[in-house]
Nanobody, 123 residues
Framework: HVQLVESGGGSVQVGGSLTLSCTASGYVHSTLCMGWFRQSPGKAPEGVAGSYIDGKTSYAESVKGRFTISRSKDNKILYLQMNNLKFEDTDMYYC??????????????????RGQGTQVTVS
């Protein structure tokens, strides 16, 4: 079992930047596919970005060109660099991981392992 802990959320003005981090521990072999999704209470989760261990990445159209997903060299930390933030980026952001090979941004909402989330507020 892998544990995921997010950090780096906070409040930022429109146009600002934040970097989210997700630290994996435990059975980190489950992190072949890692990614970020976001969700507000009462709403369906929305995939944001996916990262496969071979370096391939995938982004939702709404964040493409503004967000960058990356991993540490030991694949134990996942990052999400968020630039030019917009009001509509306000949400709870969750890190997720799984062994599966399919790792598109849209798949992140179904990955088996997920963290507790970190809040991003853009005003």
């Amino acid at each position: 079992h892998v544990q995921l802990v997010e950090s780096g959320g906070g409040s930022v003005q429109v146009g600002g930047s934040l970097t989210l981090s997700c630290t994996a521990s435990g059975y980190v072999h489950s992190t072949l596919c890692m990614g970020w999704f976001r969700q507000s209470p009462g709403k369906a989760p929305e995939g944001v970005a996916g990262s496969y261990i071979d370096g391939k990445t995938s982004y939702a159209e709404s964040v493409k060109g503004r967000f960058t997903i990356s991993r540490s060299k030991d694949n134990k930390i996942l990052y999400l660099q968020m630039n030019n933030l917009k009001f509509e980026d306000t949400d709870m952001y969750y890190c997720a991981a799984d062994l599966q090979a399919r790792c598109l941004y849209s798949d992140t909402v179904e990955l088996a392992h997920r963290g507790q989330g970190t809040q991003v507020t853009v005003s």
